[in-house]
Structure formats: C-alpha cells, structure tokens
C-alpha cells in the first residue's frame, strides 16, 4: 500500500532563516505530488504542484519554491523566512482518477 | 474555471442528530467531486469521492452525499451525529479533463454537542 511522510512535524523558525521541508511517497511510481499551505482558520491553498522530476509549477508568487529531485521525493524551501509563511504545509500525492492523498502536514511557526 | 462554495464555516449538532454539510460548485466540465475530513493537527483523509457513476455516494464512517447536477450541489449527510465526527470537512472538485488539479472549498467546521 501506499504512503507518504512529511517531516518535521513541528518547526519554529526565526524571520529571515531558511527553510526545507521535506515529503516522500512510498509504494507508487511516478505520482503526481502537490504542496499545499493551510493558515489558521483558512482553507488550503496550493503552492505547488509536479508531474514528473523537475517539473515544478508554482501557483502562487511568493518566497517559496519546491524541487523534486527524485521521482518520490517533493521538497519545500525558501531562503528567507517571512512571518507570514506560517502556516500548516501539507504534501499530497495523486495517481489516476484524481484522488489526491494527504501526508501528516507540517506545521511551521515563524517568530 | 471551477470553484466550490461551502456554505457555513461552523456547524454546531447534537448527538444523535441529522448532519447535513453544504456544498456548490461551479465547472465548466463534467466534475469529479469529494470530501475530505481533518482531525485536528492532521492530514486531510478522503471521505467519499463522486465520478460519475451513481449520483449517491457513500464513504466512510457513516457519511454520504449527492451529486445533483440541476442544482450544481454536492452536499453531505450523515443520519446520526457521534462526537467523534466534529473535525473541519473540505468539498473539492476537479475534472476527468487534463491534470486534475483539485479546488477546494474554505471548509466547515462540525461541533458535536452531547
């Protein structure tokens, strides 16, 4: 069966520091995979989304960008943390029939 | 374009009583519909999803929803309320078109009283 982790659980960061979260999938080969951001008492929002290793697709301007190095492997990043990227993030992976599958999510205080 | 609404962002029952969760959504295609739940400081967990095939859908724990195209809704029930079922439920839609990019709506948040 098919899984997918996301670690940290938790993260505080500093402004201005640089970050990297990071989401596997096992079980499956070639998996759509998608970044999601949740604020508090928000809905979710996407950030990202990758069909395949390289290709990334921003949805939304801002400080973050995403890499997918390895066929099951999706990572969040930015250089310079801002207080307004906090937030839940949350990894999902999709195969045919558009199901989208959630990880654990991540969730991320910036001080 | 697609988009869903979700009508109430609180939706406070008793136990034991009718859930009934709304969602409309918009789409220029024939959509794939579904609803999620998410427990506190959790992923979201699929709940039921609809795809055309009959226009009753039952998922888990206890939950089903009907697509009613003529209404453009999708919205969710549940007969009876247990105070396990408060969480924050999603509707999404996406197409059978393309890359399936899911829209979701700004949530519901079920509060189960005793």
């Known amino acids: 069966s098919q899984t997918i982790h996301q670690w940290p659980a938790t993260l505080v960061q500093p402004v201005g520091s640089p970050l990297s979260l990071e989401c596997t999938v096992e079980?499956?080969?070639?998996?759509?995979l998608y970044w999601y951001r949740q604020a508090a008492g928000r809905g979710l929002q996407l950030l990202f989304y990758?069909?395949?290793?390289?290709?990334i697709s921003s949805e939304v301007p801002q400080n973050l960008s995403a890499s997918r190095p390895q066929d099951r492997q999706f990572i969040l990043s930015s250089k310079k943390l801002l207080l307004s990227d906090s937030g839940f993030y949350l990894c999902?992976?999709?195969?045919?029939?558009?199901?989208?599958?959630f990880g654990p999510g991540t969730r991320l205080l910036v001080l | 374009a697609q988009s869903v609404t979700q009508l109430g962002s609180h939706v406070s029952v008793s136990e034991g009583a009718l859930v009934l969760l709304r969602c409309n959504y918009s789409?220029?295609?024939?959509?794939?519909l579904f609803w999620y739940v998410q427990y506190p400081n959790q992923g979201l967990q699929l709940l039921l999803k609809?795809?055309?095939?009959?226009?009753l859908v039952k998922g888990i724990n206890g939950f089903e929803a009907e697509f009613k195209k003529s209404e453009t809704s999708f919205h969710l029930t549940k007969p009876s309320a247990h105070m396990s079922d408060a969480a924050e439920y999603f509707c999404?839609?996406?197409?059978?078109?393309?890359?399936?990019?899911?829209?979701f709506g700004t949530g519901t948040r079920l509060l189960v009283s005793p």
């Open positions: 999902a992976w999709s195969g045919q029939g558009g199901i989208q599958y």
């Open positions: 079980g499956t080969s070639n998996p759509n």
């Open positions: 990758s069909v395949g290793i390289g290709q």
């Open positions: 789409s220029s295609v024939p959509p794939y």
């Open positions: 609809y795809t055309s095939a009959a226009t």
């Open positions: 999404a839609v996406t197409s059978n078109t393309g890359f399936q990019k899911l829209v």
